[in-house]
Nanobody
Framework: QVQLVESGGGLVQAGGSLRLSCAAS????????MAWYRQGPGNQRELVAA???????NYAGSVKGRFTIARDNAKNTVYLQMNSLKSEDTGVYYC????????????WGQGTQVTVSS
C-alpha cells in the first residue's frame, strides 16, 4: 500500500503562481511514476503532468511552458510548480502514484483545490 498526502493548493489571481507537493509513504519500490491530474468544474479528470522515477516527464499541451513537474526520490515527493496561472487551471488537483509494469498498482491522493480568479 502507498499513501499520498498533497499540499499547496489555494486561491491565486490569474498570472500568479502556486506550488503543489505530494508525499508518498508506504511500500515504495523503484520504477514508479508519479503524476498530477486535475478535474475542473463539469470536466473529466485529465492528466496535467507525469514524471518517472528516472526523471522522464510528460505534460499536457495546455500547461507546457507554464508548469514544471519535479521529484525528490529520496523523499518520495513530487512537486508541481505552476506559473502564469489561468482561470481554466481551476480545479481539484490529484496526485497519482503507480507502477507502470504492475497492473492494478494505482494510488490516488484525496485532492487539493486550486482556484484561479480572473
Amino acid at each position: 500500500q502507498v499513501q499520498l498526502v498533497e499540499s499547496g493548493g489555494g486561491l491565486v489571481q490569474a498570472g500568479g503562481s502556486l506550488r503543489l507537493s505530494c508525499a508518498a509513504s508506504g511500500s515504495i519500490f523503484s520504477f514508479n511514476t508519479m503524476a498530477w491530474y486535475r478535474q475542473g468544474p463539469g470536466n473529466q479528470r485529465e492528466l496535467v503532468a507525469a514524471i518517472t522515477s528516472g526523471g522522464t516527464t510528460n505534460y499536457a499541451g495546455s500547461v507546457k511552458g507554464r508548469f514544471t513537474i519535479a521529484r525528490d526520490n529520496a523523499k518520495n515527493t513530487v512537486y508541481l510548480q505552476m506559473n502564469s496561472l489561468k482561470s481554466e487551471d481551476t480545479g481539484v488537483y490529484y496526485c497519482r502514484f503507480y507502477y507502470p509494469l504492475t497492473p492494478g498498482s494505482d494510488y490516488w491522493g484525496q485532492g487539493t483545490q486550486v482556484t484561479v480568479s480572473s
